[in-house]
Nanobody
Framework: QVQLVESGGGLVQAGGSLRLSCAAS????????TAWFRQVPGKEREFVAA????????GYVDAVKGRFTISRDNVENTVYLQMNSLKPEDTAIYYC????????????????????WGQGTQVTVSS
């Protein structure tokens, strides 16, 4: 059973930066696609970014393109989300999610496509 643990959230002023980490354990042999989602109270969970197992593919929601970067270190079993130029509207609980796939990587933003989820880490951006 894959377990995911997010860290790195916190309170930051607008324009600042944070780096989120997602540490994975319990994986069997890959490949795994990993994504970050975010959610604010009363709203649906929203896709933020995704990365394939070998990091050959990355994808982002338009709202974070050019500001956020997803990356991974498979030796350390960790996926990162570098968040720069943060805005108050980035305030949310950020979740890491993974799915195992076979063959070619398929880019998906769907919550339902991901099997494993972390507990989330709070990011608050003050204006």
């Amino acid at each position: 059973q894959v377990q995911l643990v997010e860290s790195g959230g916190g309170l930051v002023q607008a324009g600042g930066s944070l780096r989120l980490s997602c540490a994975a354990s319990g994986r069997t042999f890959g490949p795994y696609g990993t994504a970050w989602f975010r959610q604010v109270p009363g709203k649906e969970r929203e896709f933020v970014a995704a990365i394939s197992w070998q990091a050959r593919f990355t994808g982002y929601v338009d709202a974070v393109k050019g500001r956020f970067t997803i990356s991974r270190d498979n030796v350390e079993n960790t996926v990162y989300l570098q968040m720069n130029s943060l805005k108050p509207e980035d305030t949310a609980i950020y979740y890491c999610a993974e799915r195992k796939y076979s063959g070619s990587y398929t880019y998906t933003r769907s919550v339902a496509s991901y099997t494993y989820w972390g507990q989330g880490t709070q990011v608050t951006v003050s204006s």
